[in-house]
């Protein structure tokens, strides 16, 4: 006959009602019964550390939310505020196009003047 676990020593009961065992599945179970219930009691104890979890995900949801837009905002502040080195860059060599090349004397005739030269 099967002891019931209200009278097995490692059996706890809390103040709460709470039910616990003590005893360790590999060294020390008296019925092939302990094991299914002491797999129940780690199940339980696993849902109820993933209803936590969750509660705490639905209290930090607003709050990341929060951070997560302003990362968004900040950049793309950041990528309109370097924008300018493509974008100058893109007209620069458009400038260069349109020339027809190297005309550093800006008098449009596309040949290099020496700036020393001409004082």
């Not at 458009?94 to 190297?102: H, Y």
């Amino acid at each position: 006959m099967m002891i019931q676990c209200s009278e097995c020593e490692f059996f706890k009961r809390g103040e709460n009602g709470e039910v616990g065992f003590g005893c360790d599945p590999f060294s020390n179970v008296k019925e092939p019964e302990c094991l299914v219930k002491w797999q129940l009691i780690k199940i339980n104890q696993m849902v109820a550390g993933y209803q936590a979890t969750m509660k705490y995900n639905e209290k930090m949801a607003p709050l990341q939310e929060k951070v997560f837009n302003m990362m968004e905002r900040e950049i793309d502040a950041i990528d309109e505020t370097e924008k300018w080195k493509s974008d100058d860059d893109d007209d620069e060599f458009d400038i260069l196009e349109d020339s027809g090349g190297d005309d550093d004397d800006g008098d449009g005739d596309g040949e290099y003047e020496d700036w020393r030269t001409s004082l």
